[in-house]
């Protein structure tokens, strides 16, 4: 019997199902958290949800209920097929050295928002593309701001790479050649993007973008084979955009 070497590649087990479970659950722990956040009077009263999420539920408990629901299903995954161990399973690493690709993340932003401005203006688009985006320009207190860094440019990348490029794109992989993963992997990485867009100029524009970033980030996570990089490049993106969002949100990054 011929045995792999010790050095192989561990064999993975990631089914496409374990990526809509992880989804899923960050769903479900969001709207769950949401309904204790409004019974506790966090962010107003159930009208205030007909129009829009009130910044307070939306930062302080929709959304870190969120990604406490998709650690829980990645923790899950990771236990059942995998080693259970986040750094074998899905590559998760953090990289001092890497630090410089938050510079790139800002960059890769900036150079979207002015390449997607023709299209902005074609489709007639006025719209912050993401109802996140334009929940952030509503906030003015300092806690609320701080919060949005720490969920958005901190906890989103890390756990955004480990469901999109950590255990999607692996998965897709092992089933067909490189590029074909990067390029499907970069379209589920903007299509689940558009579910919180408002109108169809937004969703279009909010596609193209993160398709393209996803795009970027999958082709770092491939040549790597670690998600450093691409968490940096992912927190730059999103730190950036807060920043214009707090300062010039005329600008409408």
């Keep these: 019997m011929n045995l792999p070497p010790l050095s192989a590649p561990p064999a993975y087990r990631w089914r496409f199902s374990d990526f809509l479970l ?3 659950a960050g769903l479900v722990t969001s709207l769950i958290g949401t309904a204790i956040g409004i019974a506790l009077g966090i ?3 159930l009208e205030d949800l007909v129009s829009n999420v009130p910044p307070e ?3 302080w ?3 870190p209920a969120q990604f406490f629901g ?3 299903a990645l923790a899950w995954v990771s236990q059942r097929r995998g080693s259970g161990n986040f750094t074998t399973d899905f590559g998760l690493s953090i990289r001092p050295q890497d630090s410089a690709f938050l510079f790139l993340g800002m960059l890769l932003l900036l150079v979207l928002a002015f390449a997607l401005t023709p299209l902005a203006e074609l489709l007639g688009s006025s719209e912050t593309p993401q109802a996140t985006t334009e929940a ?3 906030v003015v207190d300092i806690p609320t701001q701080i919060m949005i860094v720490l969920t958005v440019a901190v906890v989103t990348p890390v756990v955004e790479e480990l469901t999109f490029r950590g255990l999607l794109l692996r998965y897709l992989e092992e089933r067909m ?3 074909r993963a990067l390029v499907i992997s970069a379209v589920l990485f903007g299509g689940f993007h558009i579910l ?3 109108g169809t100029a937004g969703a279009i524009i909010a596609m193209v973008q993160t398709f393209l970033a996803g795009l970027v980030l999958a082709y770092v996570t491939q040549k790597s084979g670690r998600l450093s990089r691409a968490i940096f490049i992912h927190g730059g993106f999103n730190l950036i955009t807060i920043l214009v969002l707090f300062f010039v949100p005329d600008l409408g990054i």
């Design 57 to 59: 539920l939306l930062f």
């Design 177 to 179: 050649p490189p590029r």
């Design 61 to 63: 408990v929709a959304l």
């Design 136 to 138: 952030i320009t509503q």
């Design 70 to 72: 998709m650690l829980l």
């Design 196 to 198: 919180g867009t408002s």
């Design 22 to 24: 992880v989804w899923l």
């Design 43 to 45: 962010g107003g009263s």
